[in-house]
């Protein structure tokens, strides 16, 4: 998708919403909206869809966000359909989530380990990050089932990988590097 055309409709939406002093409420609509629309692999693939008519697209989302959303959020999605932008819903809805959290000084460290991360765990991943990002950050967990062990930190384009898959991976190109050669 056109992403700079996302980026001009969740920079507007981000602008109203500072104006109407509402961030908040519309940041928390358009979360219940993204994780709705990656969640159906139909809806986003009805929004993308240019045959399907945009009334029925209309009757679609107010069905779905209607009463669930804020009026300005609901007239938003109206604004949307009627300029037949429906298929950029989802790209700004993440646009609008990486803006408020920009706009906000929320940095976002996501952390991927091979099982569920205890209190104590994270409390330790979390003065290791909150020291690098020096303002708030949100954590975002992810559990790879086929990481061996270890895990992998990335945050603000840096990652930090102390997964036992990536130092195997070094030594083997450690190895085929410096092949070992008898000399006697």
């Not at 940041?27 to 693939?45: F, G, H, K, P, Q």
């Not at 990002?133 to 930090?160: P, S």
């Given at each position: 998708?056109?992403?700079?055309?996302?980026?001009?409709?969740?920079?507007?939406?981000?602008?109203?919403?500072?104006?109407?002093?509402?961030?908040?409420?519309?940041?928390?609509?358009?979360?219940?909206?993204?994780?709705?629309?990656?969640s159906?692999?139909?809806?986003?693939?009805?929004?993308?869809?240019?045959?399907?008519?945009?009334?029925?697209?209309?009757?679609?989302?107010?069905?779905?966000?209607?009463?669930?959303?804020?009026?300005?959020?609901?007239?938003?999605?109206?604004?949307?359909?009627?300029?037949?932008?429906?298929?950029?819903?989802?790209?700004?809805?993440?646009?609008?989530?990486?803006?408020?959290?920009?706009?906000?000084?929320?940095?976002?460290?996501?952390?991927?380990?091979?099982?569920?991360?205890?209190?104590?765990?994270?409390?330790?991943?979390?003065?290791i990050?909150?020291?690098?990002?020096?303002?708030?950050?949100?954590?975002?967990?992810?559990?790879?089932?086929?990481?061996?062990g270890?895990?992998?930190?990335?945050?603000?384009?840096?990652?930090?990988?102390?997964?036992?898959?990536?130092?195997?991976?070094?030594?083997?190109?450690?190895?085929?590097?410096?092949?070992?050669?008898?000399?006697?």
């Amino acid at each position: 998708m056109d992403t700079k055309v996302a980026g001009r409709y969740a920079k507007s939406l981000l602008g109203l919403a500072i104006e109407q002093k509402t961030e908040q409420k519309i940041y928390a609509d358009m979360e219940l909206m993204v994780s709705t629309i990656s969640s159906s692999r139909e809806l986003a693939l009805l929004l993308r869809n240019p045959i399907i008519n945009s009334d029925k697209k209309q009757n679609i989302l107010s069905s779905i966000f209607k009463g669930k959303v804020s009026d300005v959020t609901y007239a938003f999605i109206n604004i949307i359909v009627a300029k037949r932008r429906e298929g950029y819903l989802e790209d700004i809805t993440r646009q609008f989530i990486n803006l408020y959290k920009a706009h906000m000084g929320i940095a976002t460290a996501v952390v991927t380990t091979p099982f569920k991360l205890d209190d104590s765990l994270r409390a330790e991943i979390m003065k290791i990050v909150s020291a690098e990002a020096k303002g708030k950050v949100e954590l975002v967990e992810v559990i790879d089932k086929d990481l061996i062990g270890g895990f992998v930190l990335k945050m603000n384009n840096k990652q930090v990988d102390t997964s036992i898959e990536t130092k195997l991976r070094e030594i083997r190109r450690e190895l085929k590097i410096n092949l070992y050669e008898k000399n006697y």
